[in-house]
């Protein structure tokens, strides 16, 4: 058996040291072959430097820069393309997602699972707007999308051969990969983990990222936006015929209709959900262009190993 451990990384130049010292205690821990590829996502420290480091220094470290930075969920396809593990272990270089747990995903897949997902338990250290905000996204996601999106999961997982080559049949450009890990179904279990604090450096999911995540997961994963928006339509559509007859029948009983502060109110309102419909459809428009311009997902720059 051979294990592939997958690692994106993007400006994890004061990580990836330690990082490596964690992983290398579990792997010598093995009795079979690893090997340990690090997508540098278009970094702009020295990050791929310390990866060139470690792969002149063990021969099952390879690694691997993008041409820019393509974002996260990209550089860990980048990685899962790469792989040639029976299994694969995805996880961040932070840290955050501890290598001495890798042996209990093992023993799960030795159970029988073929994709054995993990739920973070949050520490003391984590932000009260982080668990409010990382709650509410899997209500919202939950409620619109077509397939159960786990709560509190991460991208720290490990997949079997056949289901990774499952998941790279899937060619989309925006992706959201804990929803596509749902959608390919095959046996899956979920064990927790405590999430340790950030080793170093900071965070490069921030707020904007993190809500386009949400939007990616809730676009890529349902169509049920789109149906929200024909309901409104229809709601607003009857409201206004409603609002038209009553205003007619006053005209004709010579009443007055004071209606200023109403007609822009209606307006307002009317001109809202308009917009909101029309950003949603958008979404969807962009999300098909991008489909039909058939670029490649990501490019590569350069790769420690020449048959990479």
């Keep these: 058996m051979k294990l592939s451990i997958v690692i994106p990384c993007y400006n994890e130049e004061s990580n990836i040291e330690e ?19 690090f997508i540098d996502d278009g970094s702009k420290d020295n990050t791929y430097h310390e990866i060139e480091k470690k792969s002149l220094d063990y021969d099952y470290v390879r690694g691997i820069s993008l041409s820019r930075n393509f974002g996260h969920q990209i550089a860990l396809l980048a990685g899962l393309e790469k792989s040639s593990g029976d299994i694969i272990v995805t996880l961040d270089a932070d840290l955050q997602h501890p290598p001495n747990v890798i042996p209990e ?53 490990l997949m079997s051969r056949e289901t990774v080559d499952a998941f790279l049949s899937i060619k989309e450009h925006d992706r959201f990969t804990r ?28 707020l904007k990222k993190m809500i386009k995540l949400a939007i990616n997961g809730v676009t890529t994963m349902s169509s049920k936006p789109l149906r929200i928006s024909l309901y409104l339509g229809l709601i607003f559509f009857v409201t206004g015929i409603v609002y038209a ?31 909101l419909i029309l950003s949603i459809i958008g979404e969807y428009v962009s999300r098909i262009f991008n489909e039909t311009k058939s670029r490649p997902l990501y490019l590569v720059k350069k790769k420690t190993d020449t048959n990479t």
């Excluded at 490596?20 to 072959?33: A, G, P, Q, R, W």
């Design 19 to 37: 990082l490596f010292n964690e992983l290398k205690k579990v792997i010598d821990s093995f009795h079979f072959t690893c090997e340990v590829i």
């Design 105 to 157: 995903l093992i023993k799960k897949y030795e159970e029988g699972y073929d994709i054995v997902n993990t739920r973070r338990l949050d520490d003391a250290s984590t932000s009260l707007f982080k668990k409010i905000t990382s709650k509410w996204f899997y209500i919202f996601i939950n409620k619109l999308s077509d397939v159960r999106v786990e709560p509190f999961g991460a991208d720290f997982r």
């Design 179 to 206: 929803g596509l890990v749902s959608w390919i179904g095959f046996n899956q279990c979920i064990i927790k983990y405590k999430a340790n604090p950030r080793f170093s450096g900071k965070s490069s999911y921030t």
């Design 245 to 275: 007859l009553f205003i007619i029948g006053n005209y004709f009983n010579g009443l007055n209709v004071e209606g200023w502060t109403s007609i822009l109110i209606t307006i307002l309102i009317l001109g809202g959900i308009q917009l």
